[in-house]
């Protein structure tokens, strides 16, 4: 059958009344905004008549229950619109329009950028340029994993598609053939300081995206049956997903504004009412428009994200292996018990051991390829509505390039667990570029993180099944150089519970330190026990929460000295942390060993040394401050 078969065009009543709600979107987002003497009204007006089509007659979602599996998802990847979001769910009947007007208001959801504190709200958007990614996940999600019926809709912005993530995350559509997805580039002309670089070259937008595998579809984003006709013939296509390119114009509908600059952002004060009286005069029906949702397909599956390890770690003491490795083990033992935990990785999955999980079932990995900010997107993206458990892995270091898509995570209250390997100097001879020295610093400061540090084997796979049972941004930092095992398999870990792995009835010092560098710390206990020094050892396990009570007792039975000694720089580290965690008692001092200087290329060993850290420096620190 063609798609002319398949294609119900509306009748001029159904078109009348999806411009009646256009324009009654329109008024709401002016009213809101004036009410709040702030916002993007001119944005909302650019885009009304795609909302009406959208939330009036081609998406299928449930009013009554806005987070429903089997419902098609929708991101506003434009955030600063979010007036006419909140208004189309007004008019789908979600809350009362009248809500509309506390936009912004401190005490009201209805926030300047969606956020999730609202139902109808997956991902926070605002920070441009990252709801495609998002989007990007949810659809792989409902075509491989859920195999539901499901669509997945974004809105951007034409000033936004400037954006590298937005491209990283069209390659990726593409390349998975996520013919469930589709993008809709509202090309309104203006940024928010002066045109955008396209203006409203069409075919350059469509080239664009034809040239990155997507169906591209030009249209007349003011036109509700080209509209209609565009989501319809999307809905058709098979093997590559779909951009709508609207031509739009900033302002549409409000005379001696649209299509002009220095209008954005602002409240539209007091031509607000003229705008709304003249607005009015094209709606032919005043009263309730009638219209609902299309019904659900409800064909999205259960699902369950109860996940634990199928056995136990399974290492013997002094068994020296990488942690990078044992978080590939883990992930394939969580596997087992949870299907909907999966692995994303960006090219690195031979290094990172994420590759475990690809050979035990390929279905449960996805490949991102060298485009992190896409797999932090996807990730999230993938988590949303509790239909899996994404794990995301790359080279610590390479995690920074996305810090803005972690931040906006937050933001979502995201539930991703991360994996950043190849931590520190002590990889050796890849030299500063790969050696990640930041990323303790930056999972901390996400607000509501975890982040974990194991040390050993069997820590890391505690570490890993942990985290997929703890809802939230997760940080599991793995290390590349092999280190001895030195829990047993049966050891009991707990968030925010540290190990004390050597002490006695006599310390003198308690040395802090994670993975290669509690080795270093536990030689240099030996080190100092044969100069007639006794020191204890902590193990944090999670550098975030941090086991205050724990780290405050172990000093104080320490003579109230503490070593801290880490495989990162001295900003926002394992130090940090332990400073801020006894700093309301002054009988307790922190000194600090840390990486102090620019790294370079040169063995493992010889780097921990050149920089400050290894054994033969705790060492020397730990007489001195007891002399």
């Not at 936004?160 to 996520?178: D, I, T």
């Not at 034809?210 to 989501?231: K, Q, T």
């Not at 509790?386 to 995690?399: E, G, V």
């Not at 002590?426 to 570029?433: C, F, K, L, R, T």
Request: with cysteine.
């Amino acid at each position: 059958m063609s798609a002319d078969a398949g294609y119900h065009r509306p009748d001029q009543s159904k078109i009348q009344q999806l411009n009646d709600i256009a324009n009654k979107l329109r008024i709401h987002s002016i009213e809101s905004t004036n009410a709040s003497k702030s916002g993007h009204p001119t944005s909302c007006s650019s885009m009304a008549e795609i909302m009406s089509v959208l939330f009036f007659h081609t998406m299928r979602y449930k009013v009554s229950d806005p987070r429903d599996a089997s419902s098609d998802r929708f991101v506003l990847s434009k955030g600063h619109s979010a007036p006419i979001l909140y208004a189309a769910w007004a008019e789908a009947g979600l809350f009362p329009a009248s809500d509309l007007l506390k936009l912004r208001k401190i005490d009201c959801d209805l926030e300047g950028h969606p956020t999730p504190r609202l139902s109808f709200v997956d991902v926070a958007t605002g920070s441009l340029g990252q709801g495609l990614s998002c989007a990007a996940g949810m659809a792989y999600v409902g075509k491989n994993y859920d195999k539901a019926s499901y669509r997945v809709y974004t809105l951007m912005g034409d000033g936004e598609s400037m954006e590298g993530s937005v491209w990283e995350a069209a390659a990726f559509a593409s390349y998975y053939k996520l013919d469930n997805l589709v993008a809709i580039i509202d090309v309104n002309r203006l940024g928010q300081s002066q045109p955008t670089s396209l203006q409203h070259q069409m075919e350059v937008y469509k080239a664009r995206m034809e040239a990155f595998g997507w169906n591209a579809i030009v249209l007349d984003g003011h036109d509700v049956e080209a509209l209609c006709r565009a989501f319809y013939d999307a809905s058709v296509v098979k093997g590559k997903p779909t951009c709508i390119v609207a031509k739009t114009y900033k302002g549409k509908g409000i005379n001696g504004i649209e299509n002009l600059e220095n209008w954005h952002g602002k409240a539209l004060g007091d031509k607000a009412a003229k705008a709304i009286e003249e607005i009015k005069a094209h709606i032919k029906n005043q009263g309730p428009h009638g219209l609902s949702p299309q019904p659900v397909i409800d064909d999205a599956p259960d699902v369950s994200l109860k996940a634990k390890l199928i056995e136990p770690p399974n290492y013997e003491l002094g068994q020296k292996i990488a942690t990078r490795e044992t978080y590939g083990n883990a992930l394939v033992k969580l596997y087992k018990t949870c299907p909907r935990v999966i692995a994303l990785d960006g090219d690195t999955k031979n290094s990172t051991h994420s590759l475990k999980l690809m050979k035990a079932n390929n279905d449960n990995y996805i490949e991102c390829f060298i485009a992190e900010q896409n797999l932090i997107g996807v990730a999230v993206g993938c988590g949303t509505r509790h239909r899996t458990i994404p794990f995301a892995s790359t080279f610590a270091c390479f995690l920074t390039r996305g810090f803005d898509q972690i931040r906006m995570a937050a933001i979502s209250q995201a539930n991703v667990k991360f994996c950043g390997s190849h931590c520190g100097v002590s990889i050796g001879e890849d030299g500063p570029s790969q050696m990640a020295l930041e990323d303790l610093s930056m999972f901390r400061s996400v607000y509501g993180s975890y982040v974990f540090y194991p040390s050993d084997a069997v820590s890391m796979e505690r570490a890993v099944e942990l985290s997929a049972n703890t809802e939230g941004i997760c940080f599991i930092r793995s290390s590349r150089p092999a280190t001895p095992v030195i829990y047993k398999n049966d050891e009991v870990f707990e968030i925010g519970k540290s190990k004390v792995v050597k002490k006695s009835d006599n310390d003198k010092v308690l040395i802090i330190g994670a993975a290669i560098t509690l080795v270093h710390a536990m030689e240099a206990a030996e080190e100092l026990a044969k100069s007639g020094i006794n020191a204890r050892v902590l193990d944090p396990f999670t550098i975030k929460p941090l086991d205050n009570e724990g780290i405050i007792a172990n000093a104080k039975a320490a003579g109230g000295k503490i070593i801290t000694v880490e495989d990162h720089y001295p900003e926002g580290g394992i130090g940090d942390a332990v400073c801020s965690a006894v700093s309301a008692d002054s009988s307790i001092v922190v000194h600090k060993l840390a990486v102090n200087g620019l790294p370079r290329s040169g063995p493992s060993a010889a780097l921990l040394d050149m920089f400050g850290i290894s054994s033969k420096h705790i060492v020397a620190l730990a007489k001195k401050i007891l002399a």
